[in-house]
Structure formats: C-alpha cells, structure tokens
C-alpha cells in the first residue's frame, strides 16, 4: 500500500522532494532561493512571461535578493521557471506567493489565490502538500483554500496536505533573509503539521510550530497592525508636538533611551508597501464579519493616510512664509520608493504627495536613485521619470519635499543647495551643515 505521508517526508529528508513556488515575485523569489540552497529541485511558476523568460535566460528582474541570484539558480541545473501551469503536478511541495491585494472597496481580494488553488486542484495528486504564504485573514487556508483543493476528489490527511505559512521580509535590510527569519507553521491536520515543519526546517534556520493555520494567519497579521498602529501613534504625536512647538524626532530620540517597554517608531510622510497599508484590511474584514469592531486598524489608516496630505499643507505654507506663489512654484519630491534603500513603490505616499502638488503647483519633478521612472500602478501612471540632482538644479526648486531617506542620496548637498527643505522624514536635522530653510513636515 503506498503511504503517500511517509514517502513526502522520505523525499524531504533526503532533499529529493521537488519545491514548486507559484508567484515569483518579493516573497517568492527569495523562498525559492532559501529552498534552492538547501539542496531541493526547484520549480518557479508564474503568469508574468517577463519574468519568466528573466530567470530562464539567468536575468536578474528584482534588485533586492541580490546581484546574481537568476544566474546562480539557472547554472545549479536544479532549477526551471515556467508559466505552464500542468506542470503543477511535478512538484512536491507547492508554495502560493501570489498577490493579495484590496479591492476598490477596500474587502480582501483573494481572487489570485482562488486562481492560483484551482490550478492546483486541476493537477493535484497523492503526496503532494500546498502551503499558503500569502498574507491573508484567519481562516482563509481551511475556508476558501481547503474546498477548493478537495473539489479534484483527494482527500486532506492521507492523500494531500495543507498548512499556511505567513512570509517575513524585509527589503532594504541587509542580512535578513527567508532562510534566516523565523517562520511560523500550521498545518490543517496532523500530517500536514508534520510535512510543513519537516519541510521549513530543511531551509529555514528556524521553524515555529503554531497549532493552526489561523493562529499563523493572524500572527502575521497582527505583526503587521502592530506597525500601522505604531507608526500611526507617531504620525499623531508629531502633529501633536508640531502644535505645542515642541520637535518630535527630540522627544524620540529622548523616549527611546529607555531600556524597556518602549520601541522606537519614527513619523514620516504616510504609509507604504505591499503590507503595512493593507493587511490590516483583511483583519478589519475578518473581524466585522464576525461581529466585532476593529477600531485600532481603522483609526490607525485614517491617521497615517491623512499623512501625505498633510506634508503638500506644510509645504504651500513653508512657499507662502516665504512669499513664494505656490501656484507657479516649482518643487522637487526627493524618494518614489515606500521606504529607504529599496525601488518598491507599491502604495507609496510619495504618489499621493505628487497628485496632491499638482493641484497646487506649477511644476513637480521626483528624483529616486532606486526608481528611474513611473510605471502603470493601481492609481494610473503619474507618467514622470526620474530626474539627476546637482547643486545648480537643487536651486532651481522653490521647494524639495524628502518623502524617502535613502542613503543613497547626498544630503549635505540638498541641504547645502535647496532653497526650502520640506523634511518629512527627520533625515536633514541631523546634519551640521543645512543652511536651507528645513520645515519639518
Ligand atoms: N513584499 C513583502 O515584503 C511581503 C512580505 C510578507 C508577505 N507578503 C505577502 O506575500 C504575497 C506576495 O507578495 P509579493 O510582495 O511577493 O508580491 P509580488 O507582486 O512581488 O509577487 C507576486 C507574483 O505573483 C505573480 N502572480 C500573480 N498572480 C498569479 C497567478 N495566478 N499564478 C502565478 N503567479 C501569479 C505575479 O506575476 C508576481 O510575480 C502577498 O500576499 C503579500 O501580502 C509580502
């Protein structure tokens, strides 16, 4: 009698299992690679041919897993990317990093996932384990995931299996990596709990077993609200401190001196990237279905998205102090990218400043070392590309809003050459030598 259990975890052990990834993008690839190192057979699907036709050729399309990674992974010999999506039945173990995103309303949308378990289903065959890593609410893998992949006619337990297991990045940090985060697991059932940690822990360096795929699906969301309500407490204090003439970035810089029970949150200009603005959704979501009222996550993303608004305030009143016509300034917004040293811009409230400035201002340009250019994005394209700073075109700005600190950019001189810094990342307050007006935003 086969035992499809006992042979999945045999072809673990011995790094024979294939690793399938389905969603090659900033969390798949890097998972692939954690996998690819550990020794396994690795298969990347994903619907973008762009993609991958980059990996098949050795082509590098992110920047931040690292120079090398497409070359290094096509040269092993264990490892293809396909688009054709029959070849779900090849692998061992199936990985989801596909997009969850919100709908226009604002509702989890997990079509991508629904589209992505079909195929699945469509191949699924005895001994095979899908774990989900798309972040998403509480109840999601046994739901909507589990019914879908038993609709092929297999069974959970003795012919498939099925955990959820929410990914951890963090793009711009060097050092931190998918092999070396901790990675929370839960399976549906004993076996699946079994298989999922048996699989993690060949190429994580720490694997931590919860008891469900709920209390993993929430973890990772309540990771995720911790932040947005954080950086929305410290969103309001800055306008708070800002009214009472007081400088928020002192008072942080004094508050976290404390040893304990204080983690340190910095204000800026709103909320960005794939997650922080919008997981909490999907717990909101969850929660009102339920009958409960989450009013931190609410309360949290009217704060930060009033954030952007606020900074294009401060900078038609810091034009107007200095007698500037708003209306035929020119202003220069420093950083596209959601967070320093990276090129994602998704939901990035740089965006939202420059669609605010141009109903006040005569003229917007974006400078961004990491984004040479906008693309097509959930709100249209601004259409603008990047332009080169320089002491003489610095000067030729009534105004330069920094939304992103990436270090790349040199801040002496912006601070030395711009007429007016509107700072809303604190990044100019630590310099000796700014002789520009500096606002802080
Ligand atoms: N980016 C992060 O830092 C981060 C961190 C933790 C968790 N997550 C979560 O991970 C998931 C993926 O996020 P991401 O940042 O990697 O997104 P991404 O947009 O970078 O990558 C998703 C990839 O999936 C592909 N794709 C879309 N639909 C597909 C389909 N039906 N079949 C196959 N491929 C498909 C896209 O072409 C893209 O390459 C999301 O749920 C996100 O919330 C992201």
């Keep these: 009698m086969p035992d499809p259990r006992a042979d999945l975890l045999q072809r673990i052990n011995a790094r024979e299992a294939i690793v399938g990834v389905v969603g090659l993008g900033y969390v798949g690839l890097p998972l692939l690679r954690a996998f690819h190192n550990a020794g396994f057979p690795t298969l990347g699907f994903d619907i973008d041919p762009q993609k991958i036709q980059a990996l098949n050729a050795g082509r590098d399309y992110l920047k931040h897993p690292g120079p090398g990674l497409a070359r290094a992974l096509l040269d092993s010999g264990r490892f293809q990317a396909t688009d054709d999506f029959a070849r779900l039945a090849e692998p061992d173990a199936i990985l989801v990093c596909v997009p969850t995103p919100l709908t226009e309303s604002r509702e989890p949308d997990l079509s991508y996932v ?19 890593e798309s972040t998403t609410y509480p109840g999601t893998t046994r739901d909507v995931v589990l019914p879908r992949l038993a609709a092929c006619g297999l069974t959970l337990n003795d012919q498939f299996f099925l955990a959820y297991s929410p990914e951890r990045e963090d793009p711009g940090t060097p050092g931190r990596t998918a092999q ?19 699989l993690y822990a060949a190429a994580v360096d720490t694997v931590v077993p919860v008891r469900t795929p709920e209390v993993a699906e929430a973890a990772k969301l309540l990771e995720n609200v911790y932040r947005s309500v954080n950086i929305a407490l410290v969103n309001e204090m800055k306008v708070v401190l800002d009214s009472l003439g007081i400088d928020a970035w002192e008072v942080i810089d004094a508050a976290a ?19 922080i603005p919008i997981d909490p959704y999907y717990l909101a979501w969850r929660a009102k279905q339920a009958g409960a009222d989450a009013r931190f996550i609410a309360l949290a993303g009217e704060v930060n998205n009033a954030m952007p608004a606020r900074v294009v305030a401060k900078t038609i009143d810091a034009l107007r102090a200095r007698a500037a016509d708003p209306a035929s300034a020119r202003v220069l917004v420093l950083g596209l990218a959601y967070k320093k040293n990276i090129d994602d811009v998704r939901e990035s409230p740089s965006f939202e400043i420059i669609r605010l400035l141009r109903d006040h201002a005569a003229h917007i340009d974006y400078a961004d070392p990491h984004v040479p250019s906008t693309h097509p994005g959930r709100r249209g394209d601004l259409g603008m590309t990047a332009v080169e700073i320089a002491p003489e075109s610095l000067a030729s700005y009534d105004a330069v809003v920094v939304a992103t600190d990436h270090d790349a950019f040199d801040w002496p001189m912006i601070g030395a050459h711009s007429r007016l810094v509107i700072d809303a990342r604190g990044r100019m307050r630590t310099l000796d030598n700014v002789v520009a007006p500096v606002v802080p935003a």
């Design 114 to 132: 629904e589209q992505t378990i079909d195929r699945i289903s469509a191949t699924l065959r005895p001994g095979q384990i899908v774990v989900l």
């Design 180 to 198: 070396n985060l901790p990675k929370l697991v839960g399976g549906l059932d004993e076996p699946s709990g079994e298989l999922a940690i048996a």
């Design 257 to 275: 001196t404390k040893p304990f029970g204080f983690a340190r949150f910095d204000p800026g200009p709103g909320m960005g990237g794939h997650c």
